[in-house]
């Protein structure tokens, strides 16, 4: 995702999926 491009592997994979629910909303709304 995102933050693995940008080095934050250290995030928490419930942080990170939720960044990916926002941005799979966000192409929706597109």
Avoid: C, D, Q, T
Wanted: proline residues 3%; without cysteine; charged residues 35%.
């Amino acid at each position: 995702g995102l933050y693995e491009k940008f080095g934050f592997e250290a995030v928490s994979e419930p942080f990170i999926l939720e960044s990916r629910v926002h941005v799979k909303m966000v192409y929706k709304r597109e």
